[in-house]
Each structure stands twice: as C-alpha cells, then as structure tokens.
C-alpha cells in the first residue's frame, strides 16, 4: 500500500468509526461511572475485612504474619494472649490492634494468602476517597465484621459506597489455605469469605467422587463439615 | 469618520473578539467530542448539555490556577510569549470577511456595515505576516523558559515553521495570481459568480477556486495544519518526547493563552481556506424569497458552516494520524510540499499568462 492509500485506509476507519457512533449512537466501550457500574471480576482485589467464625468468635490470632507478607509495610497487627474466662479468638492469642494503612496499601492480597487461619479477606468495595490523610487508616473498628456477619465502614453515609460490595468476597485461591478437600487440590476453587459463617460450595466441591473409595469420603466430608 | 464609524469599528472589533472565545470555547468541546467518538469513547458529557460547558470549567480552572515561574526563566520574554501567541490570532481573523455587508440607517444616512474587522487592502499580506510572528511566541516560550524541553521543543518549531511558511505562502500565490487581488472582500467577491468554463453548462456550481486550484487548497490546508502545529505535525508539544514541548513550563493563564491562540489559529486557518477556495460567505441567500433578516443572516450561516467543516477534518487527522518523525516532518516539508507548490504555481502561472496574452507563437 502506497501511503496516500494507507493513509485514505486510515482515515476510512476514523470516519467509520465516528459515524457508528454519532448516527447510530452504538460503539462506545465508555462505562459512565458512577452511573453505572462495571462487573467486577469475582477475583476483585476491594477493600479488606477481618472475619468471624460463625459462633462470633474473631478468626485473627494475632500472628503478625499478614504483617511480615505485606510488601508495602501497611499493617500494624499487635496480638496478644486471650483472656482466660471470655476469649475473644479460639487460638491462644488475638490480635488486639489491627490496623491497615489503605493509603498505602497496593491490594495485592498477599495479607490473605499469608494468613493462617483466613481471618483477613478481601472484598469488592474499592470506593474509600477521603479527603483527609487519617480517614486513609481503617483499624479494627471498620475491618472486623459485626457478630452478625456485617460489615463495617468508614462512611456509611457515603452516597458512592455500596455497601453490598463489603459482603461480596474476592474469593481467593482455597489453595493458599489450609481447606478444602484434597482431592481438590490444585485446582482453582473459590470460597465467599468474607462474614461469618460457612458458605455455599463451589458447584461440585460437595458432591461425592465417583472413582473414590466409599470410606475416605466420609472421612473427608467429616473433615470438611467441621471447616469454616 | 465621524462618531458612528468609530462606534461601529469598537463594535466590530468587540464582536469578533467575543466570538472567537465562543468558538474557542466551542471548538475545543466540538474536537473532544469527535475525536471520542472515532475512538468509542464518549468525550466530555457532564458539564451542560452534551458537556458543551466543558471548556468553560477548564478555563476557570486555569485561570484560578497558581502562575508558576521557574528560577531560570527570562522574565521579559517569558511574560511576552503567551501574550506574542494570543495578539496575532485576533489579529488574523480580523481581516476575515465572514458575512454579507449589509446597509443600516444610522445618524440620518445610511452606512455600510462590513461583516470583517478590517478590510484591509492588503489582506492576504497582513495574514501571512501575522502568522509568522505568532511562530515567534513559540520560538521565544521554548528559548526564555530556561529549560531542555521547552527549548527542544522552540528549536523544532523553527524549522517547522521556515519549512512550511515557505510552502503556505506558495499555496496561496496561485489564488492570488487568478483572482487578481490580496484583498479578502474582493476575493470572496470573485468567487460568487458561477464557475467559469462549467459554469455556462451546469449554472448552479460556484466559482470557487476549490475547483480550479484544487492542488494549491490541499498544500495550503497542511501547511496551515503544521502551521497550527497541529497533529500530525505536533512536533514542537509533543507530549511524549518532550513533555509539553515549548509550554513545558507556563501554567495558569499564561498556559491557558498559548492553549487559546492554538484553537484560535485553527479557526482562523480554517476561516482563511474557507475565503481562499471555499467562497468564503457566498451561498444561496434566496434574497426576496425568504424574509430580508433570513437571507442576511445566511452568509454568516454558510461561512460557519464551511468552517465547521474544515475543523472536521483537522479533528479527522488529529483522531486518525500518529505524528511524524522529525526527518520525515523535513522531507515531507522540502521534498514534496514546496516543490509541488512550485510546480503547480509554474503551471498556473503559464495557464493565466497564455489566457491574457494569447498564444506564444502568435
Ligand atoms: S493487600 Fe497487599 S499491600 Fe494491602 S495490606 Fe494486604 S499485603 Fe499489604
Ligand atoms: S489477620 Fe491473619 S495473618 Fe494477620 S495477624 Fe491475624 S491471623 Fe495473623
């Protein structure tokens, strides 16, 4: 192609391109946030939130480890032992501060892959906009979910923040953690994390395997109704 | 010259300036809105209808804007440059014609009112001066910003600028030399009758000098694009290399006026082909037929219109072409454009002297 014939080419596929879209008002890939809202892909990287098991107790243990993983230095954990007569975790210690920095942090869920005991996850809320550095450091107060499985935030009166978005879970690799069935393993399954409680399983992670032997699947089923 | 045709002259000139922030304010709304929509995007859309406001909110967001001023700077020429850009960009478009003169009965006898600033006798002359010394704000930005970017980007302007100002003014010659005259009016004036040679047969096409110097209208339009410093031919604030080229380091206003005077000359490059080859305001005006304010007004209407057409395609490139290498902006500009230009003015040149003096054997 010559360049004037490149360049008439060109100048085709601007000129088509406009008239699609200004006659037939069709072709434009512009999502008109906040208006409307993309599909968030189920492995959204949001804002995080510190879970309880489903009696209410706090999963965190107060391990540090979370702290150690993150690559931006923006969680300050101090744990400490449980009170003997009212434990606030089931381990032996809990973690009595807990504090992430979000200005900082870069949403890589490193945090909930290191943690043992999936206490901390991610969920699909990205809208924390403050207009004051401090409002930038959520502490236990906003991560930790309520006894009854809600979240908390920052802003609940924030017209922007959906507060749905707290209770989606990321859902992150099953793999990363000590669950799940083994025969699983490996594979990419994911669990709705975020709350309290157990919830639904992956479609076909309950079900029986047809190959395997009759016992080991009770056993495992066992193993996995006592699994958060 | 009494009272009123000082009255009228401060009028026309406050109308011009006035409507050529509109059509700035305007036109920059109009080219974020096309060039989103060749690339499927939807352009500014929140600040008034379809957000033609836009511009407006950028402008006062500017001007608000603290005017910083590095330590290296030289002041003098560092205040003047903006100013430089922005005075021959209304100058140009003052001697435009964009309407149809039309009389009105003022201080008991009745006065001609031109549609144009000025119209200068030497019209075409007074446009071409006036564009070289807009180049001048450039070279001057990128030298008195005491900077690398700004000065890359003042050294590249002036070559641009001696490339192409040599081609821009060859384009025009061949108009010059067929209608006979530098003056706009006159111009405008020649191409309102109907096309000669054609025109006997088919009535209703204008003489414009589109037809006829078809070449000239297509080496003047990408001078005047890379006059404009436009993309393709952005080289002088390219954005990639460069930073913001020679306004790397103006902010606020003094930004805001470079911005001004580079819309402002697009319109106006686009006003000057409309005079040069599109008939400037001729068209149908149906005199008698519509009401008398109608056809009055149509001129203007038309003028606009060929305009808008024009920015169109400025936009049209902008969306479509990447930007040329400095070597290639060089070749194309030596090359190809200023010795096509030649050729054609030889070729126009030979054409007119056999129709006035006959044949040269006889
Ligand atoms: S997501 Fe990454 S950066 Fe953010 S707190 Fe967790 S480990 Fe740190
Ligand atoms: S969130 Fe997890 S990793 Fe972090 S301190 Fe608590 S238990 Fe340990």
């Not at chain 1, 210690?93 to 870069?106: A, D, K, M, Q, T």
């Not at chain 2, 020649?190 to 589109?210: D, E, H, K, S, T």
Request: charged content about 15%; some cysteine; glycine content about 8%.
């Amino acid at each position: 192609m010559g360049p004037v014939a490149a360049f008439l080419a060109g100048m085709k596929v601007t000129f088509g391109h406009f008239v699609r879209a200004f006659f037939g008002g069709k072709g434009e890939v512009t999502i008109r946030y906040p208006d409307e809202m993309r599909v968030k892909p189920q492995r959204f990287h949001g804002r995080h939130v510190l879970n309880r098991y489903p009696d209410g107790m706090e999963k965190c243990i107060g391990c540090e480890l979370c702290a150690g993983a993150c690559p931006a230095h923006c969680i300050y954990v101090r744990g400490t032992d449980n009170p003997p007569d009212e434990p606030v975790s089931p381990g032996e210690r809990y973690g009595f501060v807990y504090e992430i920095n979000l200005l900082r942090c870069i949403f890589c869920a490193l945090c909930v892959e290191a943690c043992p005991t999936e206490a901390i996850t991610m969920t699909q809320l990205f809208e924390m906009s403050t207009t004051n550095r401090a409002d930038g450091i959520y502490t236990k107060t906003e991560l930790l979910v309520n006894p009854d499985g809600t979240p908390n935030h920052m802003f609940t009166d924030d017209p922007y923040a959906d507060l749905g978005e707290l209770v989606k879970a990321d859902g992150w690799m099953r793999a990363a953690a000590p669950g799940g069935r083994a025969a699983y393993e490996g594979e990419t399954a994911w669990t709705p994390s975020a709350g309290i409680g157990s919830r639904p399983p992956e479609i076909g992670q309950s079900e029986p395997l047809e190959a395997e032997d009759e016992a080991e699947a009770e056993a495992e089923d066992e193993d996995s109704t006592t699994d958060g | 010259m009494d009272g009123w045709d000082f009255i009228l002259i401060v009028i026309r000139v406050v109308v011009i300036f006035v409507m050529l922030m509109i059509t700035t304010l305007l036109l920059v709304w109009f080219e974020r809105k096309v060039v989103a929509d060749m690339q499927d995007r939807i352009g500014p859309a929140r600040a008034g209808p379809w957000g033609m406001l836009q511009t407006l909110a950028d402008g006062m967001k500017l001007f608000f804007k603290e005017q910083i001023t590095p330590r290296k700077v030289e002041f003098g020429l560092y205040i003047a440059a903006p100013i430089l850009a922005t005075i021959p960009a209304f100058l140009i478009f003052m001697t435009v014609p964009f309407g149809r003169p039309f009389t009105l009965n003022l201080g008991g006898e009745p006065r001609e009112i031109l549609l144009q600033g000025a119209d200068l006798n030497i019209g075409l002359l007074f446009i071409l001066s006036m564009s070289s010394i807009a180049v001048y704000a450039v070279v001057l930005a990128g030298w008195s910003s005491g900077s690398k970017y700004p000065l890359l980007g003042g050294v590249r302007a002036t070559a641009q600028a001696i490339s192409y100002e040599a081609a821009l003014g060859l384009s025009v010659i061949p108009v010059v030399m067929y209608t006979g005259s530098v003056q706009l009016s006159e111009i405008v004036e020649f191409q309102r009758a109907n096309l000669q040679f054609l025109g006997n047969v088919v009535p209703f096409i204008p003489n414009w000098n589109l037809f006829l110097l078809a070449p000239s209208f297509v080496i003047f339009f990408i001078a005047a694009v890379a006059e404009t410093n436009r993309a393709p031919f952005d080289l002088v604030e390219a954005e990639q290399e460069l930073v913001g080229g020679f306004h790397t380091e103006y902010s606020g206003l003094r930004f805001a006026l470079f911005f001004l005077a580079e819309y402002i000359n697009m319109f106006t490059m686009s006003a000057i082909a409309v005079t040069l080859f599109m008939g400037g305001w001729s068209g149908p005006t149906w005199d008698g037929v519509l009401p008398a304010l109608i056809s009055g007004v149509l001129p203007t209407f038309w003028f606009f219109a060929k305009v808008v057409v024009l920015l169109f395609v400025y936009v049209w490139l902008r969306a479509t072409l990447p930007r040329l290498r400095y070597d290639q902006l060089m070749e194309f500009g030596w090359k190809r454009l200023i010795p096509g230009a030649l050729a054609w003015l030889m070729i126009i040149a030979v054409v007119l002297a056999w129709r006035q003096f006959g044949n040269p054997w006889s």
